[in-house]
């Protein structure tokens, strides 16, 4: 168990449809990283943020975005859903915002857009 | 942009042989490197990182090697098990934030 808990593990949505993942990091980790993994394809960075403030920025479509809280969960909303959407979406937290510090990952949403 | 090539991307041994996974990156300015472990309905699982100050490291039957001039990287696992199949993924990452940028990553499979 990693310690970063993700909600829910599965999801099933129409298209055109809007979703919120959520992501609960591990005890003290201040940073909350996003990302998205297609079919048999390695992970794409989508979006960073440390102790409640945007950090970085990948490939984030603009129908997605994402926000962390004062109590350090982080949420990501995904809306004007599309097949293409369908992905398991990891969120991985570290105590640091640097590149030296070890990322731990959720088990992930998959999410399904029928 | 950055980019990092994995190859191959599905290697199959028998079980004690070695599996070597290769990585290449395009960003010279990457200065580390992780490893991770990928198991099916789990999420990635660091198993071993390299930094560009260093060229080799090893922890137990797994070692990463790193070549800054060539800008590459690779994992070696030893008297390989079945429990070591899995996803293997390399990164790369540069600079003060945590954005890695991920290999495609390679499939081992174990045959016992």
């Known amino acids: 168990d990693s310690g970063v808990t993700q909600t829910p593990k599965h999801l099933i949505t129409a298209t055109g449809q809007r979703v919120t993942l959520r992501c609960s990091p591990r005890?003290?980790?201040?940073?909350v990283y996003w990302y998205q993994q297609s079919l048999d394809q390695g992970l794409q960075f989508l979006i960073q943020y440390y102790n409640g403030e945007e950090r970085a920025k990948g490939n984030i479509l603009e129908r997605f975005s994402a926000q962390q809280f004062p109590d350090l969960h982080s949420e990501l909303n995904l809306s004007s859903l599309e097949l293409g959407d369908s992905a398991l979406y990891f969120c991985?937290?570290?105590?640091?915002?640097?590149?030296?510090?070890?990322?731990?990952f959720g088990q992930g949403t998959r999410l399904t857009v029928v | 942009g950055e980019n990092v090539e994995q190859h191959p991307s599905t290697l199959s041994v028998q079980e004690g042989d070695s599996a070597v996974i290769k990585c290449t990156y395009s960003d010279s300015a990457s200065n580390y490197f992780p490893w991770y472990k990928q198991e099916l309905g789990k999420g990635p699982q660091l198993i071993i990182d390299?930094?560009?100050n260093v060229g080799e490291k090893k922890d137990q039957r797994i070692a990463v090697t790193l070549n800054k001039t060539a800008k590459h990287f690779s994992l070696h696992i030893t008297e390989t098990q079945p429990e070591d199949s899995a996803v293997y993924f390399c990164?790369?990452?540069?600079?003060?934030?945590?954005?890695?940028?991920w290999g495609a990553g390679t499939k081992l499979i174990i045959k016992p």
């Open positions: 990164a790369a990452s540069k600079g003060s934030n945590y954005q890695l940028i």
């Open positions: 991985a937290s570290s105590a640091r915002q640097g590149s030296d510090t070890e990322a731990f």
């Open positions: 005890s003290g980790d201040l940073s």
């Open positions: 390299i930094r560009s």
